[in-house]
Nanobody, 128 residues
Framework: VQLQASGGGLVQAGDSLRLSCAASGRTFSHYNMGWFRQAPGKAREFVAAITWTGGSTGVSTNYAVSVKGRFTISTNNAKNTVYLQMNSLKPEDTAVYYC??????????????????WGQGTQVTVSS
């Protein structure tokens, strides 16, 4: 499995960015996909995840409290791509953003250790 993240950049506070994560080697629609971020000197932290539930809707979305209402995770299954739409960006959102895939579809979507493969990361810098 290979994940390729893109879309980061330098923006001002209040601006928007959309990150993309293209997967190859697996069709991710029946797995958990997550976005995490890591600021300098800090641990990798959960941002958002889209999890496979197997129910009628198929998926569920989950967000960290710090981004809920501002960020939206979504997928395009035809393109095998997961997105993170980030609105109303704040300086504290500055970090390297990583996408990951959890092939075991665990309940621990907010733990980095649950993910089996990671993309290379894309830098997001928000100036005040």
């Amino acid at each position: 499995v290979q994940l390729q993240a893109s879309g980061g950049g330098l923006v001002q506070a209040g601006d928007s960015l959309r990150l993309s994560c293209a997967a190859s080697g697996r069709t991710f629609s029946h797995y958990n996909m997550g976005w995490f971020r890591q600021a300098p000197g800090k641990a990798r932290e959960f941002v958002a995840a889209i999890t496979w539930t197997g129910g009628s809707t198929g998926v569920s979305t989950n967000y960290a409290v710090s981004v809920k209402g501002r960020f939206t995770i979504s997928t395009n299954n035809a393109k095998n791509t997961v997105y993170l739409q980030m609105n109303s960006l704040k300086p504290e959102d500055t970090a390297v953003y990583y996408c990951g895939i959890d092939l075991e579809v665990s309940n621990w979507y907010d733990l980095a250790g649950a993910y089996d493969y990671w993309g290379q990361g894309t830098q997001v810098t928000v100036s005040s």
